[in-house]
Structures are given as structure tokens and as C-alpha cells.
């Protein structure tokens, strides 16, 4: 998982790595789409999933619809995608497929700092505890990094993060089941 | 089913009905909340479910977080409430429940009127079909709306309302369905 840095630097450590893992991803920002493009479309290439927020996704394609602009990205090389849309959730598109995980309404967001970081922690996190790389697996990583992203804002820093216990963690993912679960019997 | 008109009018068509319907829907928009908010308040303390945009939520209810605003709103008299986000989904708030319908991402909008009036004609129009107004099958039918929804901004106006199969709504269901659903066993 490589975190939101200086794009050659993302690469160097790719091709530091004796054996490559089974899955790499990547984290950016507009910033470095603004002063070192070429840098990042080489290592953009070199990962199977990049995650950015919907106006990088727009800055990098150059196209508007988030569906098009998935698809324009994936032809840079990743083979997945997730768009992050904040207190609007998130997009994981691989292939044809799309997934949308929500945000939790919130009462208050105290402090939105690290909620980014902290989605892609419980995202890898969950992948690395399964030791399941699946696109279905994926789907269920998603929903846990909103989880643990909708615990970092409500107080300062790491604050609420430190003391949450497991059932914390639990209800919450219980909450985001009730908020997209449906009846739907398609005749 | 109150479409969107004055809320004097809408009080009025309640008043003239010899029994009161099980559900009374209601829809306004901000421009009554500009001019004639003591009416407007007068008639949604007589509905069972209000429907606005978030926008509007926030404007009627002073509250930026849209649970806050669902809780004040919910204070005036409606049982349920629905708040509209647009490309972001719609919301289906219900004493402390809450259900979160997405929109489908789209590769483009071609027409953006007529959304909500789509949005809310599959709405009442499952509860109608199916005879049941209960808060579980509320999530379904807004489920529908957003299908609808969503071809009706494909074309200009009514076009693709008016072509469109059974098949066509059916597969777009299950785009709905797919498009959230994930395995979770929370421990």
C-alpha cells in the first residue's frame, strides 16, 4: 500500500521490492497531478489499484461522468479502482463492475483529517487479515474502511480511533448493513 | 401523493378529502420556504412523509448535518422523510432508522428534468402496487424511484420513460442491487 507521496518515489519502492506482491496499490492527489504527471502515469501503470478522490479522477481523465472517467483510468494500468467521494461514499469499479459503499450520516464531523488514510488502512487491513485480494472481497474491505473512516472524524487526530474497542467496531458495521440493506425481488 | 405547489393548495386538497388516505406524501421545494413558510409548516404537520432536496432540508430545518435536520424536520409532524441528493442518492429517514438509496453512477446525464417527479412516481407507485406502505418496503420503493430516476435523465423529457420494456427496468434493478450489495460477517 503505498500512501500519497512523490510519484518517483512510489516507483523506486515498487522496484526496490525483490518479489512483487500480489497486489499493489497506490494513493495520489492532485498535487502531483499539477507538477510531475509523467512521473505518475509511469507508476500508475505499475499498480493494480489506484485510489483517489472524484476531482483527481476528473483531473487525471479529463472526463466529468465518474464512469468514464473509471474507465479511462483503468486503461492506465489498475486493474481496480476506488473513488472517493467523502461524505458521499465510494466508487470500487473493476472491469465492467461498479460498487458503491456509502458514508454513514453523520450528526457531527468534528475533524475530517486522516479520514482518507484511514479508509485505506481498514481497506488493507481487512484484505491483509482475509489474505483475499477477490473484487468481492474488496467490496466488504470498502465498507470497512467507511467504518473506521466514520469513527476518525468524530473527534481530533487519532482520539477516537485509540479507544474504540472490537463491538464499537462491530455495530458500526451493523449500522452500514441496516443503511444500504433492501427487499428487492425483481420480477 | 402532494406533488410540489403551494402549500395553502395542498392543505386545502387534504381538507377536501371525506377520509383521510393511510399515507399522505408530500413534495415542496424552497421557493415556498422563501415565501410562505407558516403555511407550508401548517401543511407538513399534516403529512406522513416529506420529500425534499437537501438543500431544502438544511434551509427548513437550520441544521447543516443532514441526521440533525432529518430529526428536526421529523419534529414537525411527518413520520418519514425523504431528502434527495441528487447524483449522491436519496435518503429514507424513519425514527432513528435510516436507509440510503444511491443513484447509479452514469456515463452521462443527458436531461436532468423531471428527476425528482420520476423519483417520486416509482416511489408511491410500488407502495400503490403493492399495498404496502410499511418503512421496509418504503426501502424497495425508493430503490425504484432511483431506477426510474435514472432513465428518465438518459433522453429529453418523457423519451425514455416511453420506450422502455419491463426487461429494461428489471436489469436495471439488479444494476441497483449489485451496485451495493456485499458479504458481511460482522464478528
Known amino acids: 500500500m503505498l500512501g500519497n507521496l512523490m510519484p518517483s518515489l512510489q516507483k523506486k519502492i515498487i522496484e ?7 497486489l499493489i496499490i497506490m494513493d495520489t492527489m492532485n498535487f502531483w497531478m499539477d507538477i510531475a504527471m509523467e512521473d505518475l502515469l509511469k507508476t500508475i501503470s505499475m499498480v493494480d489499484l489506484l485510489m483517489v478522490n472524484d476531482g483527481e479522477a ?8 465518474l464512469v468514464k472517467a ?8 489498475p486493474k481496480y479502482l476506488i473513488i472517493k467521494k467523502g461524505e458521499h461514499g465510494a466508487l470500487l469499479f473493476h472491469e465492467k463492475h461498479v460498487f458503491f459503499a456509502p458514508a454513514l450520516p453523520l450528526e457531527e464531523v468534528f475533524d475530517p ?20 485480494i477477490s473484487y468481492n472481497n474488496m467490496k466488504t474491505a470498502i465498507i470497512i474502511g467507511s467504518a473506521m473512516a466514520s469513527f476518525v472524524v468524530e473527534k481530533f ?15 458500526r458495521l451493523n449500522q452500514f448493513v441496516d443503511l444500504v440493506n433492501f427487499d428487492m425481488d425483481v420480477q
Chains 1, 2 share one sequence.
Open 58 to 65: 476528473r483531473q487525471l481523465s479529463g472526463e466529468y461522468s
Open 157 to 171: 487526530g487519532t482520539e477516537r480511533l485509540q479507544e474504540i474497542t472490537k463491538e464499537d467496531i462491530s455495530r
Open 113 to 132: 483529517t486522516g479520514a482518507g488514510d484511514t479508509f485505506a488502512g481498514g481497506f488493507i487491513g481487512h484484505l491483509a487479515h482475509t489474505k483475499d
Open 16 to 22: 526496490q521490492l525483490p518479489n512483487r506482491p500480489k
Open 70 to 77: 473509471a474507465q479511462k483510468i483503468m486503461e492506465l494500468g
